[in-house]
């Protein structure tokens, strides 16, 4: 068992080398035809602070809850300067993921007090592209999320890793303009952790 934090390459004073980062190649693995990616891989794309990113692989994940079957796509982001992120896609809803260590999330779970929201296995379904591990079709993880008023806090486990994200919710035209779409569909009814109107 090792400890840590994650840490930038500037804060290691370490320079990216130079041309396209390489990745494992997702299996060969047709979406299903009903479902609609909107980003494709290659995709380039400034999403203001957060920073610019190109779509390197997509994956179409789903999880059953009380016998009902949810899917939604995540669209594996890489980039030099912040590193990876992904966007995830659910009705027509965006979030953008960022990965944080286990000590900034047991901050995150002290100071806001997030409530338990969700809970089950989420299963992989298909894949494109690259993406940051081997990609195994059906291969599963456990999944826990906690809502606070502004943010979402989501945990990952497998036998092997447990990891941690922050996920925003952001509005689909902020996705459409950063990777150059005409439009994005409207979402469906409301996210739980979009923020309410004033």
């Given amino acids: 068992m090792f400890a ?9 004073a370490l320079t990216p080398r130079k041309g396209v980062r ?12 009903s479902v609609t990616t909107w980003l494709d891989v290659g995709d380039e794309g400034a999403l203001g602070a957060r920073g610019r990113f190109r779509v390197a692989g ?20 890489d980039s030099v300067e912040p590193g990876f992120r992904w966007l995830s896609e659910s009705d027509g809803h965006w979030s953008f993921v960022t990965p944080i260590d286990p000590v900034r999330a047991r901050q995150v779970l002290e100071e806001e007090k997030p409530k338990p929201y969700s809970s089950g296995t ?6 494109a592209g690259e993406l940051p591990w081997s990609v195994e079709i059906g291969e ?23 990891s941690y994200s922050l996920v925003e919710w952001i509005p689909p035209e902020t996705v459409a303009k950063a990777f150059s ?6 979402p469906v009814g409301r996210a739980p952790h979009q923020p309410r109107k004033r």
Avoid: C, H, N, Q
């Fill in 122 to 127: 989420a299963r992989v379904d298909w894949a």
């Fill in 181 to 186: 779409k005409r439009s994005l569909p409207k």
């Fill in 58 to 77: 997509i994956l179409g994940r789903s999880i059953k809850i009380d016998g009902e079957k949810f899917s939604w796509v995540e669209y594996f982001l």
């Fill in 4 to 12: 840590g934090t994650k840490a930038s390459l500037a804060e290691l």
């Fill in 140 to 162: 599963t993880v456990d999944v826990s999320d906690w809502l606070g008023a502004t943010l979402m806090v989501s945990r990952e486990a497998t036998k092997d890793e447990v």
């Fill in 22 to 33: 390489r990745l494992a190649t997702a299996p060969e693995v047709v979406r299903p035809k």
